[in-house]
């Protein structure tokens, strides 16, 4: 039996433990400074020492597999083994680590012993500089007497692990990775269109070589290539149960990025327990993308000097992944910051996220823009589906809707349970508030309306329908509803006394759940001076000084409590 180490549990900073199997990809994901990196590093020094300091993790418990003998047959066909004389003991040695054979068998027989120095042989923390230096040419040695000391000449000994690693790297890359067996005293892999073998030209012919060594050396490419490759070659020829590797998409683009996650869950061996730590989106869905069972999600943030740490349920996950609207949107990445904003449309991310800038920007208080993300999903009507979606993967958030979302009760009922909320509580004020506004006269009757409509039709010649026209049109239609002009207005628009006061009770309760009304009606009301609408408006509005504009206040004063 091949002797085997795994993390069964862990229990973190926040008192909170997770139980694990021997072959689940665990996904580390939340906002910076988390504690996603002290995870990985609390897991790797733990292994061999369980009373190790780390700020993430207070402790893991280990699960083995195996008896001594199993593992010196293991060691001795995986290291090197040196003799021992009177100064230094016999011992195993690879990829830079030793352990005495005597110390070895003692901790291995020894279920309560910290594995200690015979840890790195079970768990590996791939850093960056390792994934680097992983793709460096090795010594040439002699495959079929010496131990193999490097990933490479797992490659080189292998052809078939050449050709399936050569795979995911065009698919990454669009180029072949090639071993050159005939270099001299270095084993380089050259990287492009792979020269064709034949009979009378095989893989060691000098003519072979030529083609060959008209290619690029890996060495000689960018960090991406060569960090993608390390993790390739880390993940498919290292002997560690456990592998550990901190922020996997580092120099990668995002479609390569995607799919390195899905390598990882995919093509990974099922007898190795991998432990990603990602701030990567891309990273995340390509993993996601599998649609295997073994991916089990957790996301940190931290409190003080307490990680809180969730445990995301997979049917969540699943399900968020399923809908297709949520899959190619950007909603996931919300699993990466301190708090997502909601709001109607791509114009009020822009705008309340540049009004968050102004408020951190010059600040003499030393306070940081807070990690927030705003995103859009496309309309009032698909908010309670995205609220939801957040909310069960345990992300903070709040919600930016226009004032004409009191309009009906769909979609407001389901948006404010969506976020938690009573309906019941808030339906007498909601209904009273409704009630005011329809009762209101509008400013255009049927007939007015459709004679306005009339003369701007009649005024038209061009064959294609003008933007001015549809302007003047639309502007008829809002004076005709009274909810068209509350939603130009806002909470002013209500009636004084129990209207109004009805109102300020709602606004109150929906904040408080999290779901902000703009009081000003829509984004416009902030600055009514900026012409246009939608993004034009922002445009326009983008130009002032937002840090300063006296216009602007309200809008500050608004998104201060919207990100707070």
Known sequence: MEPRVWVKTITFSDGTTISLEKDDVVVVVGPNNSGKSATLRGIRDKFASPSAANPAIKAITLERQGTVDDLLSWLRMTTKETEGNPNVAASFQSLGNVVPIAHASAWWGNAASPLNSLARFFCRLLSADERLQASNPPPNIALTRDPLQHPIHFLQRDDSLEER???????????????????????????????????????????????????????????????????LLSTTVGHESVLLIDEPEAFLHPPQARHLGN???????????????????????????????????LRLRRSGNVNITRRLDNSEIRRVWGDPLLRYSNILDGLFH???VLCEGDSDCRFYSAITDALFDGSTDEKRRPDIMFTHC??????PVVIKSLRDLEVPISVVTDFDVLSDEKPLRNIFEAVGGDWGSISPDWQQVKDAV????????????????ETVLES???LLFPADAKKQIQTILRRSSPWSIAKSVGIQFLPSGQPHQACRRLLDALEASGVFVVPVGELEGFARSAGGHGPTWVAEVLKQDLSNASELEPARQFVRKLIG
Do not use: W
């Open 338 to 340: 301190q708090k997502v």
């Open 378 to 383: 496309g309309g009032k009507d698909r908010l």
């Open 438 to 453: 329809d009762g209101r006269k509008p400013e255009l009757a049927t007939d007015e309306v459709k004679r306005e409509i």
């Open 263 to 297: 390598f990882l869950v995919s093509e990974g061996g099922s007898y190795q327990q991998l432990f990603v730590a990602t701030h990567s989106g891309d990273v995340l869905r390509g993993m996601l993308d599998s649609e295997s069972c073994r991916v089990r999600v």
């Open 165 to 231: 690693l050569s795979r995911q790297f065009r698919r990454a890359f669009g180029v072949d990775i090639v071993v050159h067996r005939n270099a001299g005293n270095q084993v380089p892999i050259y990287v492009g269109d792979k020269p064709q073998s034949t009979p009378e030209r095989d893989r060691v012919s000098f003519a072979y070589i030529q083609e060959l060594e008209k290619l690029t050396p890996i060495q000689n490419q960018g960090d991406g290539m060569r960090s993608f490759l390390g993790v």
């Open 460 to 462: 038209i010649s061009e």
